[in-house]
């Protein structure tokens, strides 16, 4: 949408006769636009429309407005009108509105927005201005789209809208942001400080805080599905009350608008689930090929969980029909869904009576937090640190986002090349979660999900946009990525998961490297799960050790999986432990000896 910046608009004092303006010329400078051709019947002053009786009388109708272009979208449907108009305070405005509304049976919704964002509205006069705006003949055309997101027609240039802003590899393309109806996303979709702003005053928090480096990415990913051929997908963070995860979604709003807590603006981009399913729908539809915040799962009241989740994920709403007795068009969105709450989506599709499907585990991703996500860092506990964050969640927003958006159109020549890029980062991201682990299609599709928010990462890296390192945020997403699949695969495969993620988290902290000590010189072990010898690429765990990786997993049954994986290292006949050799420990001391690809590759140190 083209951005008017009212001083700049070539403009004129317009006068008529009889009019209560000045008949006399005029020194200072209208804010309306030269040769603007007016409905007959009505006239535009610098202080408003009026209205022409059949007396001659000039009666006040409202404030000045015009109507600069119409609108349509790309396939020569949907019509409307590009409204333009000055507020009570002097600034300028504008808005596209459908033709449908002109012709509302009730109070018209353009009327309604016009004097809800400023426009003085005279009353009993919505009648005639109605009138004034619908009779408007102009030349001028503008491409509309009635949805926020990527424009799909190949032959305009790469484009995403959003309902304030254009961003588009072609600085001049007219589109203007039409939707068919109030659009929830319109209010809170918006921008306060700069970008650097929001990277000093809530992006570096985000450093040392796992969880918050995770949501800020998933927050970033929508507009990567698209170039993916992603389906929608929803991350769902539960666990125990006042462990961060409400301010953990504001972190991740701020990144597209206002990140205020919900409870305490009516303007925030965060969401609560106690809303109808057809209100859900709405809210699904307005951002489009973006980030949907839904906080306290709890309350929803709903009695069908599972059809909530599926209609949400299924990027479709129900066929319904209009007030004149045909088929409304269907409303659809592609998006990304950050939720929160204390019990799983599963749990809450079976406290509803549903039977859990593996297409709702799979769309809709339970990842468990068991653990504050807010960690004492920065000089500051906790407490503090999250109360800093929720205050500057509400300061400064909405930059991240289109940043991340802009470079992105701009990092390629075509749309083409960018999905060829993104699908390449995706897959290798992917395959470096699950590994050399077998999955079913399922389950390695969920992964991908993962592998996506990595590459979202990764841009947003090699665009120096996040402050902090990119091996903490992989680190952090293949941490969230490997806790949902173990809680989603059976007992051999999380056997082998839980002694992989051990390894993963505690290689240089639990895990003496053999080759750098001897019998002379042992230094003090203190904690040590066992040793790794870079000669056999091996991790040898002491018996203690590796009931620990285990994590309540029986060891004899997780040594057996990894042996038929072809993971364990063993010397003896019938036993699932090998004799080795240590220095500073003794010879042949028995191990479990696991062989050290289980890692395929250290995500951390990924680039």
Not at 138 to 143: E, K
Not at 257 to 264: K, L, Q, R, T
Not at 451 to 474: N, V
């Amino acid at each position: 949408m083209t951005d008017f910046n009212v001083k700049s608009i070539t403009s004129r004092n317009l006068v008529a006769k009889g009019s209560p303006a000045e008949t006399d010329s005029q020194a200072s400078e209208s804010l309306i636009p030269l040769n603007l051709t007016v409905p007959e019947g009505f006239e535009l002053m610098d202080n408003g429309v009026y209205k022409i009786t059949p007396q001659g009388q000039h009666r006040l109708v409202s404030g000045p407005a015009w109507v600069s272009a119409k609108n349509r979208d790309i396939s020569g449907n949907g019509w409307g009108i590009h409204v333009q108009w000055i507020d009570q305070d002097g600034v300028h405005r504008e808005r596209a509105f459908p033709n449908r509304q002109l012709h509302e049976r009730a109070q018209s919704a353009v009327i309604s927005h016009l004097a809800d964002e400023g426009l003085h509205v005279i009353p009993g006069q919505e009648s005639p201005l109605l009138s004034y705006l619908g009779s408007f003949d102009t030349d001028h055309r503008v491409n509309s789209t009635a949805q926020t997101g990527w424009l799909t027609d190949p032959e305009l240039p790469l484009s995403y809208v959003l309902p304030n802003s254009v961003l588009s590899s072609d600085p001049d393309l007219p589109i203007a942001f039409q939707p068919e109806r109030f659009s929830p996303s319109a209010d809170s979709l918006q921008e306060k400080g700069s970008l650097k702003h929001w990277q000093a005053q809530v992006g570096r928090y985000c450093g040392g805080n796992p969880i918050l480096q995770f949501t800020v990415c998933a927050a970033l990913t929508p507009p990567l599905l698209r170039f993916a051929e992603m389906d929608s997908f929803g991350i769902h963070l539960y666990g125990a009350s006042s462990q961060g995860k409400t301010t953990a979604l504001q972190v991740a709003s701020s990144v597209w608008g206002n990140g205020s807590d919900p409870a305490a603006s009516a303007q925030s981009s965060i969401q609560r689930w106690n809303t109808t399913a057809n209100a859900l729908e709405g809210l699904a539809a307005a951002h489009n090929d973006g980030l949907i915040a839904l906080d306290e799962m709890g309350t929803f009241t709903g009695f069908d969980f599972g059809a909530v989740v599926y209609n949400l994920m299924g990027g479709q709403g129900k066929a319904r029909m209009n007030d004149r007795g045909g088929m409304r068009s269907l409303r659809t969105w592609r998006l990304l869904a950050l939720s929160t709450g204390e019990i799983s989506i599963q749990a809450k599709i079976k406290e509803s009576g549903g039977k859990v499907k593996a297409g709702q585990v799979n769309r809709f991703l339970d990842v468990p937090v068991t653990d504050r996500i807010i960690h004492p860092s920065h000089d500051m506990a906790p407490a503090r640190l999250a109360d800093r964050l929720k205050e500057a969640s509400g300061q400064c927003y909405g930059t991240l986002g289109p940043a991340f958006v802009d470079m992105l159109i701009h990092s390629a020549p075509d749309a083409a090349a960018l999905a060829h890029y993104i699908k390449q980062l995706m897959s290798q991201y992917a395959a470096l979660l699950q590994g050399n682990i077998q999955l079913e299609t399922h389950q390695a599709r969920a992964l991908k999900r993962f592998g996506l928010i990595c590459t979202a990462a990764r841009l947003a890296s090699d665009f120096k946009l996040l402050p902090w390192p990119l091996e903490e945020t992989i680190s952090a997403i293949a941490s969230a990525g490997r806790t949902w699949l173990s809680a989603n695969v059976g007992d051999a495969t999380r056997g082998i998961l839980a002694i992989r993620d051990f390894i993963f988290q505690n290689q240089t902290s639990k895990f003496k490297i053999a080759q750098e000590f001897s019998s002379e010189k042992w230094p003090p072990v203190y904690d040590i799960a066992g040793y790794y010898l870079p000669q056999k690429e091996v991790y040898a765990f002491t018996s203690e050790g590796f009931e620990r990786a285990c994590a309540g997993l029986d060891p004899k049954g997780v040594a057996a999986t990894l042996d038929k994986n072809n993971l364990l290292l063993k010397n003896e006949p019938g036993r699932l432990t090998a004799k080795l050799s240590i220095p500073g420990v003794g010879s042949r001391v028995r191990l479990y000896t696991v062989k050290s690809n289980i890692l395929d590759v250290d995500l951390a140190g990924s680039d």
